[in-house]
C-alpha cells in the first residue's frame, strides 16, 4: 500500500502559478504511476496529469496542456504538478493518486488539496 499527503493548494491570482506536492510512504513508489486529478463543485473528478513509474509517458488533459506539468523524484517518493498561467476554471480540489503497475485504476489517494483561482 502507500499512502498519500498533497501540500501547495492556495489562492492565487489568474496568471499566477502554484505548484502542487505529493508526498507518498512506502518503499515501492517506483512501482506506481502517479496522477493528479481534481473536481469542481458540481462537477466530475477529472485526470489532469499522469506520469509514468519510469517517467517515460506523461498525460495531459487538454485543458491544462502546455500550461501544466508533472514530474516524479523516485528517490524521494514526491510527484508535483507545476502549475502556471492560472485560469478561474482551474479552480477545484486537486488530488494525488497511485496506480499500481500490474492495475489499470487509480486505487490510492491523498486527501486533497484545495486550488482557488480568482479572476
Known amino acids: 500500500q502507500v499512502q498519500l499527503v498533497e501540500s501547495g493548494g492556495g489562492l492565487v491570482q489568474a496568471g499566477g502559478s502554484l505548484r502542487l506536492s505529493c508526498a507518498a510512504s512506502?518503499?515501492?513508489?517506483?512501482?506506481?504511476?502517479m496522477g493528479w486529478f481534481r473536481q469542481a463543485p458540481g462537477k466530475e473528478r477529472e485526470r489532469v496529469a499522469s506520469i509514468s513509474w519510469n517517467v517515460v509517458s506523461t498525460y495531459y488533459a487538454d485543458s491544462v496542456k502546455g500550461r501544466f506539468t508533472i514530474s516524479r523524484d523516485n528517490a524521494k517518493n514526491t510527484v508535483s504538478l507545476q502549475m502556471n498561467s492560472l485560469k478561474p476554471e482551474d479552480t477545484a480540489v486537486y488530488y494525488c493518486a497511485a496506480r499500481p503497475n500490474t492495475k489499470y485504476e487509480f486505487d490510492y489517494w491523498g486527501q486533497g488539496t484545495q486550488v482557488t483561482v480568482s479572476s
Open positions: 512506502g518503499r515501492t513508489f517506483s512501482s506506481y504511476s
